[in-house]
C-alpha cells in the first residue's frame, strides 16, 4: 500500500524567502502524486499534480514541485514567499488513476513579516 | 466555478444521536470520497465511490459509520450512534477519477463535534 511522509510539522521562513517543504512517498511503481494546501477553517485546494513526462511540475500561486523517483521525493517549492502563502500543506499520493488518494499528516508553514 | 456542496457546516450533537452528513458532488463527477481530519490523524480516507459503488470503505468504523449515494448527486455519511471521539471535520471531494482530472475538488467540510 502507499503512504506519504511530510517530515516537517511546522516550518517557518521570512516573506520572501525561499521556500521547500518536503514528501517522501512509499510505493512500488510510478505513483500519483498531488500537493494541496488548506488556509484555516477552508477546504483543501489542489496546488499541482503529477502523473507523468516533465519531472518538475508547475501549479497554482506561483508553486512547483519536481519527482525524484530515486529518492521517492516530490518537494514543493516557491522561490518567493507571500504572507498569504501561510496555511498547512498536504502531500498526497495514488496508486494509480483509479485509486484512493492517501494524505501526509501536513506541514504548517507560517510567515514571519 | 464549479463546487463540492456538503452540509451542514457545522454540527453539535449529544452522545448517543444519530448524525447524517451530506455532500453534493460537482456535476459529472463520477468518484466521491469521504475523509475524517482530526489534530492527531490527519486526514484519514474513510470511504469512496465510483459511479455510486462502494470501492473502499476500510477506513471505516463498521459498527457505527455507513457511507451510501442515494444517487449521482448526493452522497451521505451517516454515524449511528455517534461518540465524543467522532468529533472531527469531515470532508468530501469529487472528481473524475480518471486521467481528466485526477486532482479532487474539495468541499469546505463539516465540522462535528459530539459532546
Known amino acids: 500500500a502507499q503512504s506519504v511522509t511530510q517530515p516537517d510539522i511546522h516550518i517557518t521562513v521570512s516573506e520572501g524567502a525561499s521556500l521547500e517543504l518536503r514528501c517522501n512517498y512509499s510505493?512500488?511503481?510510478?505513483?500519483?502524486l498531488f500537493w494541496y494546501v488548506q488556509s484555516p477553517g477552508q477546504g483543501l485546494q489542489l496546488l499541482l499534480k503529477?502523473?507523468?513526462?516533465?519531472?518538475l511540475v508547475q501549479g497554482i500561486k506561483g508553486f512547483e514541485a519536481e519527482f525524484k523517483r530515486s529518492q521517492s521525493s516530490f518537494n514543493l517549492r516557491k522561490p518567493s514567499v507571500h504572507w498569504s502563502d501561510a496555511a498547512e500543506y498536504f502531500c498526497?499520493?495514488?496508486?494509480?488513476?483509479?485509486?484512493?488518494?492517501?494524505f501526509g499528516k501536513g506541514t504548517r508553514l507560517h510567515i514571519l513579516p | 466555478d464549479a463546487r463540492v456542496t456538503q452540509t451542514p457546516r457545522h454540527k453539535v450533537t449529544e452522545m448517543g444521536q444519530e448524525v447524517t452528513m451530506r455532500c453534493q458532488p460537482i456535476?459529472?463527477?463520477?468518484?466521491v470520497f469521504w475523509y475524517r481530519q482530526t489534530m492527531m490523524q490527519g486526514l484519514e480516507l474513510l470511504a469512496y465511490?465510483?459511479?455510486?459503488?462502494?470501492?473502499?470503505d476500510s477506513g471505516m468504523p463498521k459498527d457505527r459509520f455507513s457511507a451510501e449515494m442515494p444517487d449521482a448527486t448526493l452522497a451521505t455519511l451517516k454515524i449511528q450512534p455517534s461518540e465524543p471521539r467522532d468529533s472531527a471535520v469531515y470532508f468530501c471531494?469529487?472528481?473524475?477519477?480518471?486521467?481528466?482530472?485526477?486532482?479532487?475538488?474539495f468541499g469546505s467540510g463539516t465540522r462535528l463535534t459530539v459532546v
Open positions: 510505493y512500488g511503481a510510478t505513483p500519483y
Open positions: 456535476l459529472g463527477h463520477n468518484t
Open positions: 471531494a469529487s472528481g473524475f477519477g480518471d486521467d481528466r482530472d485526477h486532482g479532487y475538488t
Open positions: 465511490f465510483r459511479n455510486r459503488a462502494p470501492l473502499d
Open positions: 498526497a499520493v495514488g496508486a494509480g488513476r483509479d485509486d484512493k488518494i492517501i
Open positions: 503529477y502523473f507523468s513526462g516533465d519531472t
